[in-house]
């Protein structure tokens, strides 16, 4: 009920009938789902920024604690810094070199490498006793679930666009080489020790 007091309109306190609020509850309800889209659509690219972000972290905690790998991990970083560009921008070639660049990590720390599974047990040792003993080694978990955030991301980022399978295959192959050979180019130059991950990698095994 409403009436006028100085000529203005004043509401009342008046009951809703039932049909009003099943009906303000259905456009809220579509409202709710009309945002929801957007923000899955958006997904892979916040997977590909924060677990970048998260690895650069990583990479930059790893060269304050040892100095000898800091321009080895700059160089580094910034194949991740190309992807998270390349990403937000909508290229695909951002997909096929941060699946290139993460899922090399992911692959040697598993296989190449005993570097993950370091990490778990100081991850393990610190649950159970409470004491950290090596927090260099303990990076390597978040750095590890990091990189397969990116490699998930671009994985989604990829499918959910319109797709060009042959041609996407060799641009695939040409950004895997390319990747692989930066990173083994930065390895020669600034930590030729590292080089000795690359046979390993052909011989995979598990720790």
């Not at 306190?13 to 659509?41: D, E, G, K, L, M």
């Not at 997909?95 to 040697?108: E, H, K, M, P, T």
């Not at 390597?140 to 998930?152: D, E, K, R």
Request: glycine share 6%.
């Amino acid at each position: 009920m409403s009436d006028k007091v100085n000529g203005h309109l004043r509401l009342e306190n008046t009951p809703v009938s039932p049909i009003t609020f099943v009906t303000r509850t259905q456009v809220n309800f579509c409202a709710s789902s009309y945002v929801s889209p957007r923000i899955v659509s958006k997904a892979p690219e916040w997977l590909i920024v924060v677990g970048g972000c998260v690895f650069i972290l990583m990479l930059s905690l790893s060269a304050y604690w040892e100095p000898g790998i800091r321009w080895l991990h700059f160089f580094q970083a910034w194949m991740y810094v190309t992807t998270i560009v390349l990403c937000l921008r909508g290229n695909s070639w951002g997909n096929f070199i941060g699946f290139s660049a993460a899922g090399l990590w992911i692959y040697a720390n598993v296989f190449a490498t005993t570097f993950f599974l370091n990490g778990l047990q100081q991850l393990s040792q610190w649950v159970q006793t409470g004491h950290l003993e090596r927090a260099d080694l303990l990076i390597a978990v978040p750095a590890w679930f990091s990189n397969l955030l990116v490699v998930t991301g671009c994985v989604w980022g990829y499918f959910r666009v319109p797709r060009q399978p042959l041609r996407d295959a060799v641009r695939f192959l040409v950004t895997f080489v390319l990747t692989t050979g930066f990173f083994a180019l930065d390895m020669a130059i600034f930590q030729p020790r590292y080089l000795a991950l690359f046979p390993r990698m052909l011989h995979p095994h598990l720790p």
